[in-house]
């Protein structure tokens, strides 16, 4: 049927060979209630994409449980996704744009996630290209329709690099 499914394998990731800067990610997910999963970007070739990357999470979660930094569409254990738009045991369409600095994800059309990571005190240190991975996380997810279509690599728009007043979060972690 043309999709690839990941079911109790415990954390490992399907990734790209080749490694991306920037690019337009789409997919379509489903996975079974409570799944845990994640997809995995600019991740370099022996790094972890929660440590070393970026890994954007796919966690069926109740709907009324409180936006935080593990949701669907989070930057995983970073930044929190700005609203929820996934269907629980349902097929969902994912496109995620990476673009320099700045992060983009939208969920079934609904802008979901957007963050300037130059900007943030933990995000700001990780790769600009790396692989892509779908992760296997205990539970099973099936993915179809994946396509990458990549950019020129860069910083993105310039007004994205322009300095920004320090929080006072990010003054302590820095």
């Known amino acids: 049927n043309g999709s690839i499914v990941l079911c109790k394998r415990g954390g490992n ?11 337009t990610l789409s997919l379509e997910y489903k996975s079974q209630k409570g799944t845990n999963s994640g997809i995995g970007i600019r991740t370099p070739r022996n790094g972890w994409p929660s440590g070393d990357g970026m890994e954007l999470q796919l ?4 709907p009324e449980q409180k936006l935080d930094k593990h949701q669907t569409m989070a930057i995983y254990g970073n930044v929190p996704p700005i609203t929820r738009a996934d269907k629980s045991q349902e097929w969902n369409r994912v496109v995620v744009k990476a673009d320099g600095w700045m992060i983009s ?8 996630q957007q963050v300037n990571t130059l900007h943030h005190p933990e995000l700001k240190h990780r790769n600009l290209s790396g692989w892509i991975g779908l992760q296997d996380h205990g539970s099973r997810i ?33």
Do not use: H, I, S
Request: glycine letters at 6%.
């Open 13 to 23: 990731y399907l990734r790209t060979e080749k490694e991306y800067a920037n690019f």
């Open 59 to 62: 966690w069926d979660r109740q």
């Open 105 to 112: 994800a939208w969920v079934n059309g609904e802008l979901v």
């Open 142 to 174: 099936e993915f179809r329709n994946m396509t990458v279509l990549e950019a020129p690599p860069g910083t993105g728009l310039a007004a994205w690099n322009r300095p920004m007043p320090k929080r006072a979060c990010t003054a302590v972690l820095d």
